[in-house]
T-cell receptor, first 115, second 118 residues
Framework: GENVEQHPSTLSVQEGDSAVIKCTYS??????FPWYKQELGKGPQLIID?????GEKKDQRIAVTLNKTAKHFSLHITETQPEDSAVYFC??????????????FGIGTKLQVIP | GAVVSQHPSWVICKSGTSVKIECRSL??????MFWYRQFPKQSLMLMAT?????????EQGVEKDKFLINHASLTLSTLTVTSAHPEDSSFYIC??????????????FGPGTRLTVT
């Protein structure tokens, strides 16, 4: 099955600096890579996603890159703000035989933005 | 749009009793719903995938007789934890895929349900 590794597990940055979180995946059949932000006591919220037919996607201060050959993808947050502090999860998704989708999550990165 | 709700948001029950958690897609029809379990400071672990009108597909190691999943309509799935024990205490999160979006893969997550078994 799919295995998603994520690092670092914790990350502290000064407000205004950039934060980078990296993930690798094992299953070359995975074709959809979402990133989620989870605040304490809440469910994950999708912040950006990328599909295997593109290499980079940007949405304001957030960008994601995908290297399909190396099987790794990264989240970049620029000009970080205190409200960016949360746990971020990467995930990889593919379709299994029988026609159902499975999403495998990374272990999460706790991001702390220091004012 | 694309809102998923869960009820209750938290529940405390006694060991041996059963608890039902509801997951609803409020503004779209969810052909597929997923149930996850999350322990403190850990990642989400998929428990089962359910398609409307059919039996759920459980992940390896998840007891289907203990975690009963029903997906009777396109907007509602329920997870029943039967004969709950303290080790079942966890954060249970559902997600749903919009059937109209076809194969694009995006899942919308509910806010989670905190279950504590005493």
């Amino acid at each position: 099955g799919e295995n998603v590794e994520q690092h670092p597990s914790t990350l502290s940055v000064q407000e205004g600096d950039s934060a980078v979180i990296k993930c690798t995946y094992s299953d070359s059949a995975s074709n959809y890579f979402p990133w989620y932000k989870q605040e304490l006591g809440k469910g994950p919220q999708l912040i950006i996603d990328i599909r295997s037919n593109v290499g980079e996607k940007k949405d304001q201060r957030i960008a994601v890159t995908l290297n399909k050959t190396a099987k790794h993808f990264s989240l970049h947050i620029t000009e970080t703000q205190p409200e960016d502090s949360a746990v971020y999860f990467c995930a990889a998704s593919n379709w299994l035989s029988g026609g159902y989708q499975k999403v495998t999550f990374g272990i999460g990165t706790k991001l702390q933005v220091i004012p | 749009g694309a809102v998923v709700s869960q009820h209750p948001s938290w529940v405390i029950c006694k060991s041996g009793t059963s608890v039902k958690i509801e997951c609803r897609s409020l503004d779209f029809q969810a052909t597929t719903m997923f149930w996850y379990r999350q322990f403190p400071k850990q990642s989400l672990m998929l428990m089962a995938t359910s398609n409307e009108g059919s039996k759920a597909t459980y992940e390896q190691g998840v007891e289907k007789d203990k975690f009963l999943i029903n997906h009777a309509s396109l907007t509602l799935s329920t997870l029943t934890v039967t004969s709950a024990h303290p080790e079942d205490s966890s954060f249970y999160i559902c997600s749903a895929r919009d059937g109209k979006q076809g194969d694009n893969g995006e899942q919308y997550f509910g806010p989670g349900t905190r279950l504590t078994v005493t």
